[in-house]
């Protein structure tokens, strides 16, 4: 299955029993898996077999099924119109139309406009004979809907996959900085220590002063947090190569990426670590944002 997207649309028609049947969805993110069918009232028991036919290919997002139906004119009964009636109403409306000046502008298509011609053309469909014509549509419908999703998938697993080199990188900046942190505390503890014995004319204990370089190193120390966001990025790998859906497990990923990096910034109290986790945090919201489309 791989990398797919949550929207899409997708349309089908097909033929049977003289009934076309026309479906077209569309989806768009969510949570959960949701659909919404909207059906003629006289096939409203047809909605579950729908829905049983979109989830089998629909894993994750709100569907909305929309189902037209419509019947061939070959299908109609004409033997069942009184054409001697519509002869009537058709000199009736024209003899009015003379009487009040109009043109006589009346022609087939104006049948239409009336109801009871409407409904001559219109037969009773059983659910059997609608879903013999609903459920071909329906197919063809969900596989151009799922082939839009994995191409726009693709697309997002390429952008997500620059995007986490990206912060990556920012990692790597971040681990090569780490060691320069506590002997960088230490030259400006010395510094400052020395300055203040100095106005007071005492020499400085350099094993006191390893103890509390000792103690902030231990503080400011970022090795178990930095391990974690390698694993993290070679789940995140592996999601996006395998073939299972993984958007749920992506953005719990990425929860746990904010968590990881925050506490880098915490602990680090490093002015050139700090610019790097704003940096990552702006990078992986990026990514949670993308994420959040896939199913």
Known sequence: MGVISMTGFGRGEANATGIRAVVEISSVNRKQFDCQVALPRSLVGLDGDIQTVVKSAVSRGHVKVVVTLAVDEASVDTASVDIAKWRARVAAVRAMAGALGLPDDLSASSLLQIADFAAVSERPVDSAEAWAGIEPALRMALDRLVAMQRREGEAIRTDVCVRLAALKAIAAEVASRAPEIPRQHRDVLHTRITELLGERGQALDEQTLA??????????DIS???TR????FDQADALLGGREPCGRSLDFLCQEFFREIN???????DAAVTRCVIAFKTGLEAVREQVQNIA
């Open 224 to 226: 178990e947090e930095l």
């Open 263 to 269: 506490t880098v910034g915490s602990k680090a109290n």
């Open 229 to 232: 966001l390698a694993s993290h």
């Open 211 to 220: 103890r509390e370089v000792a103690l902030f190193a231990d503080r400011c």
